[in-house]
């Protein structure tokens, strides 16, 4: 079982930053990939970022490429997720989730799931 505490979402201005931070306890955490998603009001959930076990690997959706950094610390059981030149477009809920095998960007092969916090991006 892992659990997952998503922090760091608030209300910032376009062009601004943010780094939002995924804690995560349980057994063999450091085996599971990490991925971040996002919600926003009236739309599906959407892949955001995702990262590998080693922290070797990662991949972004092309609207977050160039802009978003996922990275993990496995000292702390912790994935962040750096947000830079936020877009009024990047508002939504973000959610954190946890992988025990492989690498996806698929929210459907995520076994767990953080509350997720909301990120809202002014114009």
């Known amino acids: 079982q892992v659990q997952l505490v998503e922090s760091g979402g608030g209300l910032v201005q376009a062009g601004g930053s943010l780094r939002l931070s995924c804690a995560a306890s349980?057994?063999?955490?450091?085996?599971?990939?990490m991925g971040w998603f996002r919600q926003a009001t009236g739309k599906e959930r959407e892949f955001v970022a995702a990262?590998?076990?080693?922290?070797?690997?990662?991949y972004y959706t092309d609207s977050v490429k160039g802009r978003f950094t996922i990275s993990r610390d496995s000292a702390k059981n912790t994935v962040y997720l750096r947000m830079n030149s936020l877009k009024p477009e990047d508002t939504g809920v973000y959610y954190c989730?946890?992988?025990?095998?492989?690498?996806?960007?698929?929210?459907?092969?995520?076994?767990?799931w953080g509350q997720g916090t909301q990120v809202t991006v002014s114009s």
């Open positions: 989730a946890a992988l025990l095998y492989g690498t996806s960007t698929q929210a459907n092969d995520y076994e767990y």
């Open positions: 990262i590998s076990r080693s922290g070797g690997t990662t």
């Open positions: 349980g057994r063999t955490v450091s085996s599971y990939s």
